[in-house]
């Protein structure tokens, strides 16, 4: 069993940053795979970034390619979100979850554990 609890979201201008973080529970965090989800009013819940189990394999949505890093401390249970240059179509609810996958997948369906979520809202 992981709990997670999504931490950092909040209120920026237009080409701020924000960093989330996600800090797990359990002695098995690092056996996990981690993904960032997000999900607009209205919209389906969209994968954002993945990060295999020991931070050498990731995976980003194109949308999100060159402004955005996921990373990984397994020290401490952490996986964390950069987002730089927002925009305010990044404007959604921000989930980080978990799966037991060798490679970061970008499919939900494959995640079995998630937070609670955080809201990011970027202002133009």
């Known amino acids: 069993q992981v709990q997670l609890v999504e931490s950092g979201g909040g209120l920026v201008q237009a080409g701020g940053s924000l960093r989330l973080s996600c800090a797990a529970s359990?002695?098995?965090?690092?056996?996990?795979?981690m993904g960032w989800f997000r999900q607009a009013p209205g919209k389906e819940r969209d994968v954002v970034a993945a990060?295999?189990?020991?931070?050498?394999?990731?995976y980003y949505a194109d949308s999100v390619k060159g402004r955005f890093t996921i990373s990984r401390d397994n020290a401490k249970n952490t996986v964390y979100l950069q987002m730089n240059s927002l925009k305010p179509e990044d404007t959604a609810v921000y989930y980080c979850?978990?799966?037991?996958?060798?490679?970061?997948?970008?499919?939900?369906?494959?995640?079995?554990?998630w937070g609670q979520g955080t809201q990011v809202t970027v202002s133009s």
């Open positions: 359990g002695r098995t965090f690092s056996r996990y795979t």
């Open positions: 979850a978990a799966a037991i996958t060798i490679a970061p997948t970008p499919s939900g369906y494959e995640y079995d554990y």
């Open positions: 990060i295999n189990w020991s931070g050498g394999n990731t």
